[in-house]
């Protein structure tokens, strides 16, 4: 029996980016949290953009959310605060077992437009997910191929 799947905030602490390690997209956002860590500019257990799913004790799932504000909306009718998601990753042995949409079930759940920018063949996901490719703008997109996820009464802004 499948168990309801909880997504939660993860906290900047020590415990959080170690458990970070182990997944591919490690990168620049957590290298600036430990060094933060470090500098004691955030206090141990400081909120972080992160939110992930844990199997018994393991964080086995995660991705980051930024909300950007409405000034910077490129994507979106009408302009709007909406929802960048980063980082979706599930670890391999993991995949397939619903933990990739309670995270995107999650970002969803704020009722906000998001924009993502998915890695290298996972598109299938995304699409089952009802996330669509943004029309491409050169300017706006600069080599990206976002996909975007509008809620009810949002439109895609015409270019």
Not at 57 to 83: C, E, H
Not at 85 to 110: C, Q, T
Request: hydrophobic content about 35%; charged content about 30%.
């Amino acid at each position: 029996m499948m168990t309801k799947i909880k997504v939660q905030p993860l906290l900047v602490n020590y415990k959080t980016l170690e458990e970070f390690t182990r997944f591919k997209e490690y990168g620049n956002q957590e290298l600036a949290m430990l060094e933060d860590l470090r500098s004691n500019i955030v206090e141990n257990d400081s909120e972080s953009p992160f939110y992930g799913v844990y199997f018994g004790n393991a964080l086995i799932g995660r991705m980051s959310l930024y909300r950007v504000s409405k000034k910077y909306d490129n994507y979106f009718t009408p302009p709007q605060d909406y929802l960048e998601l980063w980082k979706l990753e599930i670890l391999p042995d993991y995949r397939g077992k619903g933990y990739g949409k309670a995270l995107v079930n999650f970002a969803k759940s704020f009722k906000s437009p998001i924009k993502t920018n998915p890695r290298i063949r996972s598109h299938s996901f995304w699409e089952k997910m009802n996330f669509h490719k943004a029309k491409y703008d050169v300017e706006r997109d600069l080599g990206e191929n976002p996909l975007i996820w509008l809620p009810s009464g949002v439109e895609e802004r015409e270019l």
